[in-house]
């Protein structure tokens, strides 16, 4: 056996091969930048073979014993890096850059920055101390840009920053999304027992306010900072055990810290989006798409902004975006930014623009700028006639009539399909049908993460696992709680599936919300009105099961009490009814997944695997669930169901989970 220093002499050349490999890709992918600069209708982006070399990737990564999805995660980074490489190229635009930020290196700001610019070869990274700074840098000329956090998906609109995009002379050139994620920062040998004192910036403080809010009734402190990464160095600096900074990962390398705690924020998927400004407005390359930012007032008469927005709408131009900020010049006057999708160079969008500047008072383009498509999707579903045995799902159609009573939020009425998003997944309309899977209870950390992988391999698009069982016995396993919870959304996170779980009490709600995706309300607890009603409260998407001897009458009564306490992410499960027949664990009640559809516009799965008892019954249960229109499949999977700690006669193994997934048309992942 070799000895670690020759190992890591060898893995010290492989990454040397690794890095020679990707500068040669580099150097062709300026050459097809030149392709596409000589051929104008070239388009700079290609989804089409991104996709293709996405599950190439895949497929040669497990060909070589890879993980296929670890080696195309690491190619999405590649292509992204590609495709800002060519815009560049096309316009002109990699002259030296100077770009001023408010904080220090290492803070959120910096790495947007760094992400955005990563494509020019020369940038310069001013800090200021303040967003104003930032504005005056660049109106000085000692930037060329400006880096400005417009919103987070937590702490919502930054207000200071939409006055200063007002200000003369400024264009707005380019966005920027970057996932922040919080973490706790410490000395070396630091402990979270240890820390006392917390030091950030007040948006972090906003962010992550249920975590310090328990830190602050243990005895702690917290200090505003000017900034995130600043908080961090100053730890480092002053050499105190009893202090931690909340900050990024790159802070922590920046400044010799050591993480103590990550995911500290209130929401999982946390989001700020940045605003790149110049003094100029820049030409950019039209084939990319792109969106416009407006500024507007209107007159103080009824309907004013509502006729903005239908001569928008006519003119079929997407609003992305409407936010209202006091005017910083006239009193009691509201300014409205607005988002549309499309670039002025379009002309369908720079003739609504101008139909729309008819019903306001000011209107002023603030930029119009590229912007980069999303990411791939997880996995693709394949079509009815790509595989054999793919059922077709029936569209719902509204009853033929409806009683004259108070409308519900559940009632179909003339609401088309409601389809709900969760971390990129879309669950309902006429999206193809969604397979969730996993073990009924997480017992292990090895077992939910095999659990993972072997969900993603086979297509299915999101993971569920029970952490807080509600047993027919006391006697029963009763779940991990939290310690599992925190195994899921770690196996999840792994394997880029969103996580479903269950919650039996409301005091748990916000606390599991906080890692799971979606929230599982279990037929047990489908009348549990207090837990519905603290469901409803929730940012989190919600599973409803049907209860065991209820009716859709009173299902869809239960999702009524979940909308009315705000939370119009809503999924309905239909998991079979108690009946007198007793060969099946229940009874699966196919009939309600068409009435349901008839009924609500909500969502509807079905789980076959409570409703058979048994595994070998479990595929063909699933396959009528489709073919009666269900919107997808939440199947048990085990990767040992004869040893599981509860429901293993009807988990399917991995290897049927494969079968099933391939039967119901959901291909195997690609990227």
Not at 30 to 55: C, H, T, Y
Not at 385 to 398: E, L, N, Q
Request: glycine residues 8%; negative net charge.
């Amino acid at each position: 056996m070799s000895d670690l220093s020759t190992l890591r002499d060898d893995l010290d050349a492989v990454d040397r091969k690794l890095v020679d490999a990707l500068a040669e890709r580099q150097r062709l992918v300026a050459d097809v930048a030149a392709v596409k600069a000589a051929d104008g209708a070239l388009p700079i982006q290609d989804p089409d073979r991104e996709q293709d070399l996405l599950s190439r990737v895949h497929a040669l990564a497990e060909d070589a014993g890879l993980d296929g999805y670890f080696a195309s995660q690491l190619y999405r980074q590649i292509l992204r890096h590609s495709v800002r490489y060519q815009a560049v190229r096309q316009t002109g635009g990699d002259a030296p850059v100077r770009v001023a930020y408010q904080g220090v290196e290492g803070c959120y700001s910096h790495s947007a920055a760094r992400h955005h610019f990563a494509a020019v070869a020369d940038v310069g990274y001013l800090g200021q101390s303040t967003f104003g700074g930032t504005i005056e840098a660049l109106k000085r000329g000692d930037a060329d840009r400006a880096l400005l956090p417009v919103e987070n998906t937590t702490a919502g609109p930054i207000s200071g920053v939409y006055d200063l995009l007002v200000e003369p002379g400024l264009h707005i050139v380019g966005e920027e999304v970057l996932k922040v994620e919080h973490c706790l920062l410490g000395l070396p040998g630091a402990t979270l027992a240890d820390i006392r004192h917390i030091g950030t910036h007040p948006q972090a403080i906003r962010q992550s306010s249920l975590f310090l809010d328990a830190f602050k009734s243990d005895g702690g402190h917290v200090e505003d900072e000017g900034d995130t990464a600043g908080a961090a160095k100053a730890v480092a600096e002053k050499g105190d055990k009893t202090r931690a900074a909340i900050a990024g990962e790159d802070a922590a390398e920046r400044y010799g810290l050591h993480v103590l705690k990550r995911n500290i924020a209130n929401r999982k998927d946390n989001f700020t989006r940045f605003l790149i400004v110049a003094t100029e407005p820049l030409t950019h390359d039209a084939r990319l798409p792109h969106k416009t930012s407006l500024v507007l007032s209107t007159a103080h008469e009824t309907g004013a902004l509502a006729k903005v927005l239908q001569t928008l709408a006519e003119a079929e131009v997407n609003l992305t975006k409407l936010e209202s900020r006091p005017s910083p010049t006239t009193p009691f006057e509201s300014l409205f930014y607005l988002d549309i999708e499309g670039g002025t160079h379009e002309e369908a969008v720079a003739d609504a623009i101008e139909a729309a500047r008819a019903h306001t008072r000011t209107l002023r383009v603030l930029g119009s700028y590229p912007v980069f498509r999303a990411e791939t999707p997880r996995a693709a579903v394949a079509s009815a006639a790509s595989g054999d045995g793919a059922a077709v799902r029936p569209k719902a159609t509204a009853p033929p009539s409806v009683k004259a009573s108070r409308r519900k939020l559940v009632d179909r009425g003339d609401r088309p399909d409601s389809v709900v998003e969760i971390a990129g997944v879309r669950i309902g309309g006429d999206e193809p049908p969604v397979l969730i899977a996993g073990p009924c209870s997480v017992e292990s950390h090895d077992q939910i993460f095999a659990s993972a992988r072997a969900v993603r391999e086979a297509g299915g698009l999101m993971l569920r696992g029970g952490c807080f069982k509600p047993r027919t016995l006391p006697y029963d396993f009763q779940g991990l709680g939290y310690e599992g919870l925190t195994m899921m959304h770690d196996a999840g996170r792994e394997n880029g599936l969103p996580i479903v779980t269950e919650v039996v009490h409301p005091r748990d709600v916000e606390a599991v919300s906080r890692e799971a995706d979606v929230i599982q309300i279990g037929a047990r607890n489908m009348q549990n009105f207090e837990l519905l009603k603290e469901v409803g409260k929730s940012h989190a998407a919600v599973l409803l099961k049907r209860g065991m001897s209820s009716s859709i009458d009173e299902w869809l009564a239960a999702a009524e009490y979940v909308m009315a306490g705000g939370n119009d992410r809503v999924i309905l499960c239909e998991r079979g009814i108690r009946t007198f027949e007793t060969a099946t664990r229940n009874t699966l009640d196919l009939s309600a997944v068409i009435v349901a559809r008839e009924r609500t516009h909500l969502p509807v799965i079905v789980d076959p695997s409570h409703a058979a008892g048994l595994r070998r019954w479990v595929p063909a249960l699933a396959k009528a669930a489709i073919a009666a229109g269900a919107h997808g499949l939440i199947v048990e999977a085990h990767p040992d169901p004869d040893h599981a700690l509860s429901d293993g006669p009807q988990s399917l193994t991995f290897d049927q989970l494969r079968q099933l997934a391939e039967e119901i048309g959901v291909a195997p992942v690609a990227a």
